[in-house]
């Protein structure tokens, strides 16, 4: 088959709302990726999704097409169900530090690949290198070689997987063109994909942290990775949970590691916040369980996942996989400065601008808002009262710590603002809004 | 003001169906043109405003940009008011030629800036250049010397003219993004304010062989021109006018230039289209004067045109310009080869693919698919008959002139099917549509 395929005419195609061809699919990407085809016309033919959208039939295409652009990664040697998760971006989430360990501990397999953060939200692979030592860049066979004998590993993108998704997301970041549900799709199932995983579970926040800021959003965006992961041959479900406040109390990489250890080691939880990243990570992680056919119902995955917690199984693998990728668990750093934040006025948490107690992490050196910035592995915040609880003038709302103390007015001011306190109490929001399976 | 903009928030506010204020077009259009924003972002931005499309305010602040991108000539020495016409592209029209000279007779300036034929469509400047020696890629001064003292001119674009939109145009060709109302007003308008006219003629041609299909969009486009124009400090007004089949007998650069004598020597019109020329060319010279303040209505302009075309003063001054830019029209070549095609059935001309007739002569040299194609002067074709004409098997349909026979039997298949001819006559379509005044 030598059809001659014209870019310009493919993007009209789009442009007029027509659905393209696999071939045509596959001829844009692929030369895309190759370099025949340029940026303009890449990012005159996203812009032309974001308004058109695409068929289920064109989503799985361009997902595939994507996925083929590199290499894939061969598990079929691991001895059991391939399952991963993968999380939409919040603040404060940690679980899959947890998760990880405790899926395998129960009997799964978690070849997890991560990213790193960009913006308000944090990233797996920022949270594992604030553990001294610990080495993300991974080659494909050590990969492949801890996930069979701890039945966990954590690596970063390598450059052979996806080269397309990396061009792509390089582009739409600076076009305007990262909001496109199709273009999300393709991004996240081919990277999780080229893992070589069985299943995979999504966990779609929702709220003022997250991408999606509606309810009907997260679930569009769920329906459609569940569609294009199960039409891949893949068992993949979703949890649609809330980010109308960060989970758990830790933001920044070494304290949500600390945060991680408390859970791990089924410290008794101090805060509701604390009892959530618990809850959250035993769902997801019953879930992933249930895909791999380790048990029947969520319950049950969840009382495994309880067992493991209790007997510390979850843990010493936890252990063992950290010092399998080099890092000393016994280091983790601590920041030289604290500053405490209280609250002014007496009355009720009511609301968080939870986007914003993330840039104000950010502020303190926890993050990045471009790829090239540097982060401060100790810089974060805890965050001391969830909505719904009430505060009295003088009471502890955020600690605040940084390596030093230049930032801590403006994440300060940051917070301020993104906490609003009423004198009516707020309902507490539930964490998890709602269950879809494949 | 140095206020600081994000390109890719520009997009997105665009994207967002946002009104972009004028500070932000000319941030993007003037970082476009300098170089320092990159084709991807205007190809992303260009494909949302093909989307959302512009308001007036963002109109008149593109067009205004593109203008300010490059020289304006100032022709505020010549001593009258400066006028010219432009048309959105047809096939086998060559009024310019015919009003140029006739309005310059009545005492208006036509300072005439144009283009070369692309696709299905011909180009002036393609047209005067068939006359042995005329020299269109004259100097400013040159130009505003030709205009003061023969009244009008004959020019390409300048490489001082407007770059933005050189840029512009050659990212929208590959981008699928030629067809925007907002883009296509910019390109024209910016184009027609940077030759220093005082007044516009607009004719928008409707259409088989034209860029507009339907009577609406044109309408459409006619007002949104009329009204940037009008808005930017001009008289400016349109004719609505078909383009259901050829404008005339004479397609092609050598053989439209015969067509515009015939007229200009006020020889009696041999068929119905000839006369539509010469129909289409005094309706528009008489609006262009109108306009100038020569005469108070269009009929009064029609008879000043009328008696400029028989007292033989409006070839007396095609014959001054044409010498004064180096042409020699009694050289005018011809084609060494004819071949004629004829009807194989009887009944009436109801329908033309004009398009079809133009991609013809394009096929047999006379125009190109792309700017670096070279064209053959002499290559065309005549067409005898219009629609609602009777047509009797053996008759004439077209007479095909080339400088080699090798593609007249593809150019005889393309009429062909560019032709209907059915039992039931068709009625003529009207040759003008509407007329739309500021």
């Not at 601590?334 to 934040?341: P, T």
């Amino acid at each position: 088959l030598s059809e001659v395929y014209l870019p310009s005419e493919i993007i009209k195609r789009k442009r007029e709302g027509l659905e393209l061809t696999v071939e045509e699919i596959q001829f844009f990407i692929n030369s895309y990726a190759s370099g025949a085809l340029p940026d303009y016309q890449m990012a005159a033919w996203m812009m032309a999704v974001f308004f058109r959208g695409m068929s289920s039939r064109e989503r799985l295409a361009l997902t595939e097409t994507m996925l083929r652009s590199g290499a894939v990664i061969d598990l079929s040697d691991v001895p059991g169900f391939k399952v991963d998760k993968h999380s939409t971006g919040g603040v404060g989430d940690k679980t899959s530090l947890i998760l990880g360990p405790l899926v395998a501990a129960c009997g799964a397999f978690v070849p997890m690949m991560s990213g790193r953060g960009l913006g308000h939200t944090g990233g797996t692979l920022d949270k594992l290198e604030s553990i001294p030592g610990f080495k993300t860049q991974l080659s494909i066979p050590e990969f492949r070689k801890i996930t069979a004998e701890l039945g966990v590993c954590f690596i970063g993108q390598t450059p052979e997987i996806c080269p397309a998704d990396k061009k792509m997301y390089a582009l739409r970041d600076v076009t305007a063109t990262v909001e496109s549900l199709p273009l999300i799709c393709g991004s996240i199932m081919s990277k999780k994909l080229a893992e070589g995983i069985d299943g995979l579970v999504l966990d779609v926040k929702v709220g003022s942290g997250a991408f999606m800021k509606t309810l009907h959003s997260a679930e569009e965006l769920a329906r459609v990775l569940i569609e294009t992961g199960t039409s891949a041959g893949k068992k993949v479900s979703a949890f649609i949970t809330q980010m109308d406040q960060p989970l758990g109390t830790h933001i920044g990489n070494a304290l949500e590691v600390e945060e991680v250890l408390a859970v791990l080691r089924n410290e008794p939880a101090g805060t509701k916040e604390f009892a959530e990243t618990r809850k959250l990570s035993i769902l997801l992680a019953a879930e992933m369980l249930r895909l791999a056919g380790v048990c029947h119902d969520l319950t049950a995955g969840e009382a495994l996942c309880e067992k493991a917690l209790t007997s510390g199984r979850a843990m010493e693998i936890f252990e063992k996989v950290v010092d399998r990728q080099g890092g000393r668990l016994n280091q983790i750093p601590k920041a030289k400065f604290e500053h405490r934040v209280v609250a002014k006025d007496s009355g009720f948490v009511s609301r968080y601008n939870t986007e914003g107690i993330g840039l104000a992490s950010v502020v303190l050196g926890a993050g990045r808002l471009k790829f090239s910035d540097t982060i401060d592995p100790t810089a974060g915040i805890i965050s001391h009262k969830v909505v719904g609880d009430d505060v009295r003038a003088g009471d502890l709302l955020f600690t605040l710590r940084a390596s030093d103390t230049s930032k801590f007015a403006a994440a300060e001011e940051m917070l301020r603002r993104a906490t609003t306190i009423s004198l009516q109490k707020a309902p507490t929001p539930s964490l998890i809004l709602k269950h879809m399976v494949g």
